[in-house]
Nanobody, 121 residues
């Protein structure tokens, strides 16, 4: 139901902007989150936005605060993840997911297929 785009191969220090959109429903009143899964690791939360009031959250354990920025465009029904100062440890498949019940991991019921981000050293 959700479609991610914008992944690719970038050098250390580079930038990418991921996009997440859906044609099945509107993002209003949803929390939309970005998650990632690196090879051999558990999927982890990266960032989340409440598309209704714009509240954002960045995972401290993921190490992206200050480098990544999440935003939404209601006219385009799209949520973005701007990723700057990329590091090799950011290499992962990035997924977006939507929740209309809360911000916990189990609340995110709609998921995209993921987009690969590879950061070369």
């Amino acid at each position: 139901q959700l479609v991610e785009s914008g992944g690719g191969l970038v050098q250390t220090g580079g930038s990418l902007r991921l996009s997440c959109t859906t044609t099945g429903f509107r993002f209003e009143n949803y929390a939309v989150g970005w998650f990632r899964q690196a090879p051999g690791k558990e999927r982890e939360g990266v960032s989340c936005i409440n598309t209704d009031d714009g509240r954002t959250y960045y995972s401290k354990s993921s190490g992206v605060k200050g480098r990544f920025s999440i935003s939404s465009d209601s006219a385009k029904n799209t949520v973005y993840l701007q990723m700057n100062s990329l590091k090799p440890e950011d290499t992962a498949v990035y997924y977006c997911a939507a929740s209309d019940t809360g911000w916990g991991y189990a609340d995110f019921a709609s998921w995209g297929q993921g987009t690969q981000v590879t950061v070369s050293s």
